[in-house]
């Protein structure tokens, strides 16, 4: 059973850019048919879909975040990366990486999900 784990700091200054990392157990990073998607929640509020990066490093955003969203991948480090500029007090949020996609389903079918990380956007 493969393992995600999301890494990155835990308080962000408002304006300033977030970044978190999600490492994976095994080499499904570089398996043909992955998604590999950043979701989060907020206090009080549902989960909130960030975007993937694909197989073929393909990415896709929320409408609502892609202004300021950017996803990569470190197949060498079995890691993807989120990038959120510009962010403000309504970024904080509890953030997951998760493992969508996998033979015969679609992105957003997640199999795998980390333990997510509290980050909190504060001067």
């Known amino acids: 059973q493969v393992q995600l784990q999301e890494s990155g700091p835990g308080l962000v200054n408002p304006s300033q850019t977030l970044s978190l990392t999600c490492t994976v157990s095994?080499?499904?990073?570089?398996?043909?048919?992955?998604?590999w998607n950043w979701i989060r929640q907020s206090p009080g509020k549902g989960l909130e879909w960030i975007g993937y990066?694909?197989?073929?490093?393909?990415?896709h955003y929320s409408p609502s975040l892609k202004s300021r969203a950017s996803i990569g991948r470190d197949t060498s480090k079995k890691q993807f990366t989120l990038q959120l500029t510009s962010v403000a007090p309504e970024d904080t949020a509890f953030y997951y990486c998760?493992?969508?996609?996998?033979?015969?389903?679609?992105?957003?079918?997640?199999?795998?999900w980390g333990q997510g990380t509290q980050v909190n956007v504060s001067s």
């Open positions: 990066i694909s197989y073929s490093d393909d990415t």
């Open positions: 998760a493992r969508g996609g996998g033979v015969g389903c679609g992105p957003y079918e997640y199999d795998s």
């Open positions: 095994d080499d499904s990073i570089t398996a043909d048919y992955y998604y």
